[in-house]
């Protein structure tokens, strides 16, 4: 078999400078093995009509979602010790989204899993979809994701899930939102980063309330061992995307409705 071409850069998990390898986004064994497209962002901007957004077409990957971003020690230890709990967790959300047929009634189903190593794998995502420079900023997220036994996410950090019931993906590094509560004339800031690929959406938030539309706070699955098994009977709501706007999870239906009135 052809060796995979490599890049040279930072890894954006230790930092350290040399050949960088494609990492899925998520891991290639969590559905990730399809072409993919990301529509340009300047076509987005431009479309007159938010109904054209199915019509865009853009930049395709053959090998799935996912970039240059980890040097080859942190690729393949991460994926070692998190990649195929993750995948564990990934196929028993989109079986439970393919039984619900989109119906936006929230049950609490029952997850298996390890759940240490789970967010363990989704931090290190959130490594991948920002610049080199979000380690800089949270060394304590990078020791958690390098060091497989460390427990407890850093205090100023939460991450949400949501299940995904959507043909589309998106992915943003960290971005800022400010929300005015017509009621109270409350202005709230949230500070984030997003990763959406079916069956879920995640939302890593900084310092910062949780995300506008509901989500389940899954935080608490870095308090187990990394060999502590649990099951947990998750309610995590339904969202949907069609907007390329990080943490704009409305539906078409809902977005087609707004643009008019
Ligand atoms: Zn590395």
Same mark, same amino acid.
């Given at each position: 078999?052809?060796? *995979? *071409?490599?890049?040279?850069?930072?890894?954006?998990?230790?930092?350290? !400078?040399? /050949?960088?390898?494609?990492?899925?986004?998520?891991?290639?064994?969590?559905?990730?093995?399809?072409?993919?497209?990301?529509?340009?962002?300047?076509?987005?901007?431009?479309?007159?009509?938010?109904?054209? =957004?199915?019509?865009?077409?853009?930049?395709?990957?053959?090998?799935?979602?996912?970039?240059?971003?980890?040097?080859?020690?942190?690729?393949?230890?991460?994926?070692? @010790?998190?990649?195929?709990?993750?995948?564990? @967790?990934?196929?028993?959300?989109?079986?439970?989204?393919?039984?619900?047929?989109?119906? /936006?009634?929230? =049950?609490? +189903?029952? +997850?298996?899993?390890? *759940?240490?190593?789970?967010?363990?794998?989704?931090?290190?995502? !959130?490594?991948?979809?920002?610049?080199?420079?979000?380690?800089?900023?949270?060394?304590?997220?990078?020791?958690?994701? $390098?060091? /497989?036994?460390?427990?407890?996410? *850093?205090?100023?950090?939460? #991450?949400?899930?949501?299940?995904? @019931?959507?043909?589309?993906?998106?992915?943003?590094?960290?971005?800022?939102?400010?929300? $005015?509560? /017509?009621?109270?004339?409350?202005?709230?800031?949230?500070?984030?980063?997003?990763?959406? !690929?079916?069956?879920?959406?995640?939302?890593?938030?900084?310092?910062?309330?949780?995300?506008?539309?509901?989500?389940?706070?899954?935080? !608490?699955?870095?308090?187990?061992?990394?060999?502590?098994?649990?099951?947990?009977?998750?309610? #995590?709501?339904? =969202?949907? #995307?069609y907007?390329?706007?990080?943490?704009?999870?409305?539906d078409r239906e809902?977005v087609?409705?707004?643009?008019?009135?």
């Amino acid at each position: 078999m052809p060796k *995979p *071409p490599t890049r040279m850069g930072h890894c954006h998990l230790c930092g350290g !400078f040399g /050949k960088l390898s494609f990492e899925h986004v998520p891991p290639e064994s969590a559905f990730n093995n399809q072409k993919v497209v990301t529509p340009d962002a300047k076509k987005v901007f431009e479309l007159r009509d938010l109904d054209q =957004l199915k019509n865009l077409t853009g930049k395709q990957s053959q090998r799935g979602q996912g970039g240059y971003t980890l040097c080859e020690r942190c690729n393949s230890l991460t994926g070692h @010790w998190y990649g195929s709990n993750y995948a564990a @967790w990934a196929y028993q959300g989109a079986d439970y989204l393919r039984r619900s047929n989109g119906c /936006k009634t929230q =049950l609490a +189903y029952p +997850y298996h899993l390890l *759940p240490l190593r789970v967010i363990k794998q989704i931090a290190c995502m !959130f490594f991948s979809v920002n610049s080199p420079q979000f380690r800089e900023a949270h060394p304590e997220l990078e020791r958690f994701a $390098l060091n /497989k036994e460390a427990k407890h996410l *850093p205090p100023h950090i939460r #991450i949400y899930v949501g299940y995904l @019931w959507s043909d589309r993906s998106r992915a943003a590094g960290v971005t800022g939102s400010m929300q $005015l509560d /017509k009621t109270s004339g409350v202005t709230r800031m949230r500070v984030y980063s997003e990763i959406s !690929f079916p069956p879920f959406s995640y939302i890593l938030s900084l310092n910062s309330a949780a995300p506008e539309h509901d989500m389940l706070d899954i935080t !608490f699955f870095g308090n187990y061992g990394y060999d502590e098994f649990a099951t947990l009977q998750l309610p #995590i709501p339904m =969202l949907s #995307i069609y907007t390329p706007f990080p943490g704009d999870f409305r539906d078409r239906e809902t977005v087609l409705q707004q643009s008019q009135s």
